[in-house]
Each structure stands twice: as C-alpha cells, then as structure tokens.
C-alpha cells in the first residue's frame, strides 16, 4: 500500500511511523491521561485497515486526519491537542517556502500526482517539467496574493475548482477558435516576420501548423481550426500545377487534350493536398509548445461551410485525405502504426452526408471505418446545433467546439452578421455539485440555499479571472491580439473591449450531477422520478448565468466541465468530509457533468436520447460518448450510431481502444489490474506493466488522452460498461 506525501512523491505506508508520531505526542501529557501501548497500536492497525479500504493512494494530510479520529474516539483529548499542535507547527515551517520541496520533486520525478495530472505531458521531459515548474510558482501566488481567501479555501476543500491557476498568474486565457481565414487571406505576423497570403495549398498547410503552434504557446486551452479556410488555396494550386503541366507539354511539343491535363492536374493536386495535410498531422503530432504538450488543437470539417459547390468538393477532398491519414494513424518509436492524440477532429453530420446515396455519403463511411479504428473523429449533427445555437437574429449555426467541448454563445457583430472564428473563452471555475448535496444532509430546502451560496462564491471566482484579463495590453500575446488569431487591435490597445457583450465567453463549470441527484433523490437521474430534480438543477444554473450577463454585459454560460484530474481531486476531498457514502463518494471519481454515470448498464442509443437534453442546457460546453468494443469488422453498427446522432443530439463520439504493447507487440486492449490497493496497466499477453514500452490511447473527457492518468481517472476507465 502506498501513500502520496506532502511533495508528492509515492512513498511505501509505514505503519511505524504513525506509531512513533502518536507516541510522541503520547509522551508529552500527564501519565494518567496517556494511550496505553496496546492503545497506541491498535490507532496504527486501524488506520492501516481504513487506508487500506479506501483502495487508493492516500495523502499524508489524510492518514494525520484519520489518526487525530481515532486518538479522539478514544476520548485521549490531551494527546490529541498534542498532535494537532504538532501537526500545526510543522504545517507554519512548511508555509514559509511553499515551492520547494514540489520542484525539486518535479525535476527528479518523483512526484506522482503531477507526473499523472495531465494524460497528454510527459513529465520525464526538460519543456515539461519547466512549465509545471513556473506553474507551481504562478500557484503559489495565485493562492497567497492573487485571489480571495474563501475561493481559495474553497478550492482547496474541493467545494469549487478555479481552473488551470498554473497559468493565472500571466494574464492568459483558456480557449479560442482562430481565425484562420483571416491570417491566411490577409496574412499575418510570427516572431516579427511578415507572412503573406500562400499561393499554394501545401503552403498553406505549412503556415497554418506555424500559427497553431504560436497560439498553443499563448494561452492555455484548446484551440480549433476549420478545413474550409484552407479549402480556397486548393484551387490556387489547382491553377498553379494546370499552368505547369500545359508549360511542360509546351516545352516538349507533345500536344494532349484538355482531358489529359485536367487529369494530369488533378493526380498532382491530390500529391500536394496528401502532402499538405501530412504536414498538419506530423507537425501537430511533433511540435512541442513552451507549456510542453504537442498543441491541443481540434480540426473541423464541415461541408456547407463551404462557399460554393467549387470550394466544396475540395473541402471534401481535404477531409477525405484528412482521414485517410488519420485511420492509418502516425508510427511510433518501435515503428508500429499507433492513434496520437492530436489533431482531435469534428466531422459534421449534415444532409448531404447522412443517407445512403447523398453525395458526400463516402466521407460519413469513412469517418465511420476511422472512428471504429483511431476513436476519432467526433460527431456534430447540423441539424441539432442550427435547432440549439440560434442568434438574435433567430438564424441557426453551426460551428466547431474549441478544444474538447467549449462552445461560443451565437453572436451578431455591429454589422449584423454572425461571428464565431477569432473568439475565445475567458476561462473556467467549476461548482462541485455532489458536495452542495451531501453539505444539505438531503433536505430539499437546505440544498437550495446552500447552492445558490456556492453559485455566487464562483461567480466571484469568474470575476477574478475576467478582471484578471482587463486591461491586457495587445502586446502581451500579438499572435493572438494583434495579427488576427483573435483580433487585429494595434500595439499598446487594451483587449477590453472582446471581454463583454458577448464577444468572448466565462464558464460557470459543474460536476457530478450523477451523484447529487442520487443522494438527494435515492436514484440515478436516468430514473423518470429524479429526472425532474436534476433538470432544475441544471436550469437553476443557466438561471444564475442569465442574471450575471444581464447585470454585467459579460457573456456567462454554462460549462460541462471535463474533469481529468480534477475528478480524483473532488472525490478525496468529498471521502475527507463526508466518509464513505454508497454510490456517491466510495468511488475515487465523480462523474463528468451531466453525464449517465460510469457503471450504469444502459444501451447506446437510450444513453445519447437522455443526455440530449442535459447537453441542450449546457450552452457553454458539452460532449456524450458511448463507450463500445472494437467495431472495425461491424461498421454498419458504426454508422447506425452516428444517424441516431443526427437526428437526436448535437455533439457525441464513440469510445473505442487502441493499444500496443512494445515488450511482446500485442495490439489490443492494455488491461487494469489492481496491485496492493494500487491499479496498474497490463499488458494480458505478456504481463507486461512498464508504462514506458506501452502506448495507451484512451478517450478522457472529450479528448485523446495518451500519457496514463491519475488513479482516480484509472479507476473511471476501468469501470466503464459497454453501451453496445
């Protein structure tokens, strides 16, 4: 059995040293108020036994909180005082250099929670450990200068969670959709160079990479790109390579029809649009931003983007090769065909695609065949989001996530006209919902309250991160700020006035609506008798964005939060103040949003029908899986998935394996075990358990996740049921 300690590094449970601590404390009050020594073993036996139940890895704080319970059930107050002063002694002499012992933690990686915070950053390498480096000190000052003490308490309480305050300190926000057509058409500037308008579509593919990569190193969320933007260049080179071939035939006085040179043009165009779109995979794959991950970049595909049927078809062309490579998937060091991460992508169901016979219907089947094999891409139906994302104008769009799940509000801009590309999010604080329950005791009215208290603690919260962006000068990004992924503001102009009226967005975040509405109701929120409880809750939500938008001009919204480590977080903190409760927090995750949770048997298409109307009440982020078996040899079921998608929900994916053992080269699904209270990857072939000689690709919360997670998420993985 292991535990975390202060730095967190992992450390072997030493019984012994709990005793010693105890007899210490034991040893400094009157004899006839001491523990006996069968006394004091028997609070060591016992906190071993309560560990070992929890089936997890508890930290230092935790054991010292479990034995102060057992000095006090045995009603020994004064040794109890003792220890506690000790305790709060050596927690004053930690305080007066907060850093340390976490860095140096960092750089000799050791320090297992970190090393597991992020599925998608290698904590063994030099970029990664200085980003998490400078992130433990922007926390630091974050928590002690920065923000509020009650949110910054009730951070560490895991009653909210202020998002990524690793990066807060800078004046950086989460995530954004560049406008990657504006940079393209009217060029733009990177490290003080000029670049222009392309005159090819490799080219542009090449610039596009560069600009990614730019966006990625300044700020801290996901990012989305379209494919139509990068559409118009294919008929450049269209143009381009026609002139070439006709010079070509010229200059040899060989004379051919025109259909010869249209074929001869179009073989070559596909060469340049294969090579093109292998620069975006390979160099998104590749590239190591400063925050040292490969860029969380998502790339759209979606047909009636396009402006006329021309730069359609080669739209079309683009995806097509776009997922050929992607089913084919990028060669990992041992050589072997494996799933990355990134680019995730979107592929939108729309009514040229959807039915057998439309004319686009080839790409559906094989977005289909790629899901089946590489879990990607993911699924918006149009026909929902125009239903869903209407403006003030009463038109419908339809339009990408950025990153995972985080959507834009409909916005009309002073001429009218609707505008998604070169806005952004402003960042995210998330409300612990299972907590606001258990905090009620079950009583209905006392639940109300006490959510509306924790509602108006995170809108404080999200005004710190707003106010924290006011008054960012341009300069501070001009990628972002100043050459059009964003904006075009001059040099020295303050970002201020994209902060309100809706321009950009702030994310009131929400979790573990599974588990608030099962202790408050007995039932799971599938059930038609809770149902109604959690959608008010879900309204309630929505209630409080509306009243703060009104009130501030600042775009609100609510935010399916997708929790990675933060869930095991919630889940400790949960098991510290309210112990074990069946079904609520004897897990050590809680659910994601308002997802069906984990373990519930429920078939695939019931699932995507129920959660359809949560995701519609979460406009500011949402995603639904099913989680099935490999259906590479069932593509039929595939594409069944993903009409039912159409027809009933906006945004959803499918969850499948892709996994690789180097030691014995088995490619199928990497197992969990669990070893000494800890779960372990195993390879079923040759028990293989070196995380370093396997590659495992799983879907975390709307994205590929490919670096292993924390025992919370592990053990979330290992619960899931299948849904078809």
Same mark, same amino acid.
């Given at each position: 059995?292991?535990?975390?300690?202060?730095?967190?590094?992992?450390?072997?449970?030493? =019984?012994?040293?709990?005793?010693?601590?105890?007899?210490?404390?034991?040893?400094?009050?009157?004899a006839?108020?001491?523990?006996?020594?069968?006394?004091?073993?028997?609070?060591?036996?016992?906190?071993?036994?309560?560990?070992?139940?929890?089936?997890?890895?508890?930290?230092?704080?935790?054991?010292?909180?479990?034995?102060?319970?057992?000095?006090?059930?045995?009603?020994?107050?004064e040794?109890?005082?003792?220890?506690?002063?000790?305790?709060?002694?050596? %927690?004053?002499?930690?305080?007066?250099?907060?850093?340390?012992?976490?860095?140096?933690?960092?750089?000799?990686?050791?320090?297992?929670?970190v090393?597991?915070?992020?599925?998608?950053?290698?904590?063994?390498?030099?970029?990664?450990?200085?980003?998490?480096?400078?992130?433990?000190?922007?926390?630091?000052?974050?928590?002690?200068?920065?923000?509020?003490?009650?949110?910054?308490?009730?951070?560490?309480?895991?009653?909210?969670?202020f998002?990524?305050?690793?990066?807060f300190?800078?004046?950086?926000?989460?995530?954004?959709?560049?406008n990657?057509?504006?940079?393209?058409?009217?060029?733009?500037?990177?490290?003080?160079?000029?670049?222009?308008?392309?005159h090819?579509?490799?080219?542009?593919?090449?610039?596009?990479?560069?600009?990614?990569?730019?966006?990625?190193?300044?700020?801290?969320?996901?990012?989305?790109?379209?494919?139509?933007?990068?559409?118009?260049?294919? %008929?450049?080179?269209?143009?381009?390579?026609?002139?070439?071939?006709?010079?070509?035939?010229e200059?040899?006085?060989?004379?051919?029809?025109?259909?010869?040179?249209?074929?001869?043009?179009?073989?070559?165009?596909?060469?340049?649009?294969?090579?093109?779109?292998?620069?975006?995979?390979?160099?998104?794959v590749t590239?190591?931003?400063?925050?040292?991950?490969?860029?969380?970049?998502?790339?759209?595909?979606y047909?009636?983007?396009?402006?006329?049927?021309?730069?359609?078809?080669?739209?079309?062309?683009?995806?097509?090769?776009?997922?050929?490579? =992607?089913?084919?998937?990028?060669?990992?060091?041992?050589?072997?065909?494996?799933?990355?991460?990134?680019?995730?992508?979107?592929?939108?169901l729309?009514?040229?695609?959807?039915?057998?016979?439309?004319?686009?219907?080839?790409?559906?089947?094989?977005a289909?065949?790629?899901?089946?094999?590489?879990?990607?891409?993911?699924?918006?139906?149009?026909?929902?989001?125009?239903?869903?994302?209407?403006?003030?104008?009463?038109?419908?769009?339809?339009?990408?996530?950025?990153?995972?799940?985080?959507?834009?509000?409909?916005?009309?801009?002073?001429?009218?006209?609707?505008?998604?590309?070169?806005?952004?999010?402003q960042?995210?604080?998330?409300?612990?919902?299972?907590?606001?329950a258990?905090?009620?005791?079950?009583? %209905?009215?006392?639940?109300?309250?006490?959510?509306? +208290?924790?509602?108006e603690?995170?809108?404080?919260?999200? =005004?710190c991160?707003?106010?924290?962006?006011?008054?960012?000068?341009?300069?501070?990004?001009?990628?972002?700020?100043?050459?059009?992924?964003?904006? =075009?503001?001059?040099?020295?102009?303050?970002?201020?006035?994209?902060?309100?009226?809706?321009?950009?967005?702030?994310?009131?975040?929400?979790?573990?609506?599974?588990?608030?509405?099962?202790?408050?109701?007995?039932?799971?929120?599938?059930?038609?008798?809770?149902?109604?409880?959690?959608?008010?809750?879900?309204?309630?939500?929505? +209630?409080? *964005?509306?009243?703060?938008?009104?009130?501030?001009?600042?775009?609100?919204?609510?935010?399916g939060?997708?929790?990675?480590?933060?869930?095991?977080?919630?889940?400790? *903190?949960?098991?510290?103040?309210?112990?074990?409760?069946? +079904?609520?927090?004897?897990?050590?995750?809680?659910?994601?949003?308002?997802?069906?949770?984990?373990?519930?048997?429920?078939?695939?298409?019931?699932?995507?029908k129920?959660?359809?109307?949560?995701?519609?009440?979460?406009?500011?982020?949402?995603i639904?899986?099913?989680?099935?078996?490999?259906?590479?040899?069932?593509?039929?079921?595939?594409?069944?998935?993903?009409?039912?998608?159409?027809?009933?929900i906006?945004?959803?994916?499918?969850?499948?394996?892709?996994?690789?053992?180097h030691v014995?080269?088995?490619?199928?699904?990497?197992?969990?075990?669990?070893?000494?209270?800890?779960?372990?990857?195993?390879?079923?072939?040759?028990?293989?358990?070196?995380?370093?000689?396997?590659?495992?690709?799983?879907?975390?919360?709307?994205?590929i996740?490919?670096?292993?997670?924390?025992?919370?998420r592990? %053990?979330?993985?290992k619960?899931?049921?299948?849904?078809?």
């Open positions: 059995m292991k535990i975390i300690k202060r730095s967190g590094a992992e450390a072997v449970f030493d =019984r012994n040293k709990i005793i010693a601590a105890v007899v210490k404390a034991n040893n400094e009050v009157n006839r108020k001491r523990l006996t020594k069968a006394q004091i073993e028997g609070i060591g036996e016992r906190v071993e036994g309560i560990a070992a139940r929890r089936k997890r890895a508890l930290s230092v704080e935790e054991i010292q909180d479990i034995v102060e319970n057992e000095i006090m059930d045995l009603k020994a107050f040794v109890a005082r003792k220890y506690i002063t000790y305790r709060y002694t050596r %927690q004053l002499v930690r305080k007066s250099n907060t850093t340390d012992e976490q860095i140096l933690s960092l750089i000799e990686c050791n320090n297992e929670e090393k597991q915070e992020n599925s998608n950053k290698n904590p063994t390498v030099n970029s990664v450990q200085r980003d998490y480096m400078a992130g433990e000190v922007s926390k630091d000052i974050t928590k002690r200068i920065l923000l509020p003490k009650d949110v910054v308490d009730a951070h560490e309480a895991g009653i909210i969670h998002h990524d305050a690793d990066y300190a800078q004046h950086m926000h989460n995530c954004d959709l560049v990657l057509e504006d940079m393209l058409q009217n060029g733009t500037v990177i490290s003080g160079t000029l670049i222009e308008k392309p090819s579509f490799s080219t542009a593919c090449n610039i596009a990479t560069q600009i990614i990569a730019q966006v990625a190193s300044n700020q801290y969320g996901g990012q989305s790109i379209s494919l139509t933007h990068l559409a118009p260049f294919v %008929q450049i080179s269209r143009e381009k390579i026609r002139s070439e071939v006709i010079s070509e035939f200059d040899s006085g060989v004379e051919v029809t025109g259909e010869t040179i249209d074929k001869i043009t179009e073989k070559r165009l596909k060469d340049e649009i294969s090579r093109g779109v292998q620069t975006i995979q390979y160099q998104v590239l190591l931003t400063t925050n040292g991950q490969a860029p969380f970049v998502t790339t759209f595909m047909l009636n983007e396009a402006k006329d049927e021309r730069e359609k078809h080669d739209l079309a062309l683009i995806i097509e090769e776009t997922l050929n490579q =992607r089913y084919k998937g990028v060669k990992n060091e041992a050589g072997v065909w494996t799933t990355p991460a990134f680019p995730k992508l979107i592929y939108v729309e009514e040229d695609n959807i039915h057998e016979g439309d004319p686009y219907y080839y790409l559906t089947k094989l289909a065949k790629c899901t089946a094999k590489r879990m990607v891409p993911d699924y918006i139906s149009e026909k929902k989001m125009l239903e869903y994302k209407v403006d003030k104008n009463g038109e419908g769009h339809c339009y990408p996530a950025m990153g995972c799940r985080s959507f834009l509000t409909p916005y009309v801009d002073e001429n009218g006209k609707p505008k998604y590309y070169g806005r952004f999010n960042g995210v604080v998330t409300i612990n919902l299972v907590d606001v258990l905090s009620s005791g079950g009583d %209905q009215e006392k639940f109300w309250k006490i959510f509306e +208290d924790r509602l603690l995170c809108h404080r919260a999200l =005004r991160r707003h106010d924290r962006l006011c008054g960012t000068l341009s300069d501070a990004a001009p990628i972002l700020w100043q050459y059009g992924a964003i904006a =075009r503001l001059k040099k020295g102009e303050k970002i201020d006035k994209l902060l309100y009226g809706g321009y950009s967005t702030i994310s009131l975040g929400y979790a573990g609506l599974y588990e608030c509405v099962k202790y408050m109701t007995g039932c799971s929120h599938t059930d038609a008798e809770a149902k109604p409880f959690a959608l008010a809750v879900m309204q309630k939500m929505n +209630d409080k *964005c509306k009243e703060w938008k009104t009130a501030e001009n600042i775009d609100y919204s609510l935010y939060t997708p929790l990675e480590s933060t869930t095991y977080k919630f889940a400790k *903190c949960l098991q510290k103040r309210f112990g074990i409760v069946e +079904d609520v927090t004897d897990h050590n995750y809680i659910t994601n949003s308002y997802h069906v949770n984990v373990r519930e048997k429920i078939d695939a298409f019931t699932k995507l129920f959660e359809s109307e949560f995701q519609q009440l979460s406009p500011g982020g949402a639904s899986y099913v989680e099935v078996p490999n259906m590479q040899n069932n593509l039929e079921a595939v594409l069944s998935v993903m009409k039912y998608i159409y027809d009933n906006m945004y959803a994916e499918l969850n499948t394996k892709s996994d690789f053992c014995c080269g088995y490619d199928g699904e990497i197992v969990i075990v669990e070893e000494d209270g800890k779960l372990l990857w195993e390879c079923p072939n040759c028990k293989n358990r070196d995380q370093s000689k396997m590659n495992v690709a799983r879907r975390t919360c709307g994205y996740g490919t670096q292993f997670w924390n025992q919370g592990t %053990q979330e993985i619960d899931r049921v299948l849904h078809l």
